[in-house]
């Protein structure tokens, strides 16, 4: 009797451990902001309920973005203190109302939000589209003055610009004189698709060069964009290296490339001051420049 106790317990424990080994897990996308570029950057989480209901793995979701992100790399785009005050699914549209903290966030870092949410949510079997509603009301373009309506992964772009037209931006971008001795101002009309990428593409424009004959090109040729950013009015840009092996080791040439950059960027509302970065370190030296502080815009060299 002993015995076929023994196998049966046997038997039984068999089968739960293939079962309990067996059970899909189930893991969601949290999408949180890359430190060093203007990009949301995901992270992977187990859902530690039983119930993969898309509601209830929905709520999960948002539960680990107001938490924030575990991978240093990244950095949160939402407070501490924001709270999530009540979800609901219907027909495939998620409403989520926020507490006020969601509104804290202005312009790219609002954009980035919003792009946040929808990533994280749509990408839930169930979740077509979401709403976000803030204290109950609904959000408002800032563009526009309209409410923001159903956000999906089809018409994110164009909702987080709040227009289904390209753009139009007058960008003032600085170059040095051919005879070297002075920054002149450049005026370009550029079409930007996405909000995000406007400090983007002012570097993008400077690294194509000035259209007029008198003036210099400023960054060495080779040099690549690997990320930029914004934040508390501090732009971080950071370049390969060839910004600084490339650059003329003289006083007047690091000064033209270090300033047609802060320049350029500083006339961007929301900029005061650009931080470069070589290969994601600060601290390296440029000439008679150390890359260790958030440089100002200089008036100065400006003719």
């Not at 950095?75 to 009540?86: H, S």
């Not at 040095?176 to 002075?182: L, N, S």
């Not at 002149?184 to 000035?210: H, W, Y």
Request: glycine share 6%; hydrophobic share 40%.
């Amino acid at each position: 009797m002993k015995k076929v106790i023994s196998v049966l317990l046997i038997i039984i424990l068999s089968v739960s451990l293939f079962f309990g080994c067996n059970q899909k897990k189930t893991y969601v996308n949290v999408y949180f902001k890359d430190k060093m570029s203007n990009n949301l950057s995901a992270e992977k989480r187990l859902l530690k309920k039983d119930s993969n209901s898309p509601s209830d793995v929905a709520k999960f979701a948002l539960s680990e973005l107001i938490a924030g992100p575990q991978n240093e790399a990244n950095e949160a785009l939402l407070p501490k203190e924001a709270k999530l005050l009540k979800f609901s699914l219907n027909d495939g549209v998620a409403t989520v109302n926020m507490s006020s903290h969601f509104a804290q966030k202005e312009g790219t870092q609002a954009l980035l939000l919003r792009l946040s949410f929808v990533n994280t949510l749509c990408e839930i079997k169930g979740i077509d589209g979401i709403v976000i509603q803030v204290e109950g009301k609904p959000i408002i373009s800032e563009t526009t003055g309209k409410e923001i309506g159903v956000l999906s992964l089809e018409n994110i772009a164009l909702n987080t610009v709040d227009t289904n037209v390209m753009e139009k931006k007058t960008l003032k971008l600085y170059f040095p004189d051919k005879e070297g001795g002075k920054l002149r101002i450049e005026k370009r009309s550029v079409e930007i698709q996405n909000a995000l990428s406007l400090e983007k593409t002012v570097v993008s424009e400077l690294i194509k060069g000035p259209s007029k004959d008198n003036l210099s090109a400023s960054i060495p040729a080779g040099t690549k964009l690997l990320g930029i950013e914004t934040k508390d009015n501090v732009c971080f840009v950071n370049f390969s290296s060839e910004f600084v092996s490339k650059t003329n080791s003289g006083s007047l040439a690091t000064t033209m490339t270090l300033y047609s950059v802060v320049n350029s960027l500083c006339a961007l509302d929301g900029v005061s001051s650009v931080q470069v970065l070589i290969n994601g370190e600060n601290g390296v030296e440029m000439g008679n420049f150390v890359l260790d502080i958030p440089y100002e815009k200089n008036e100065n060299i400006v003719g």
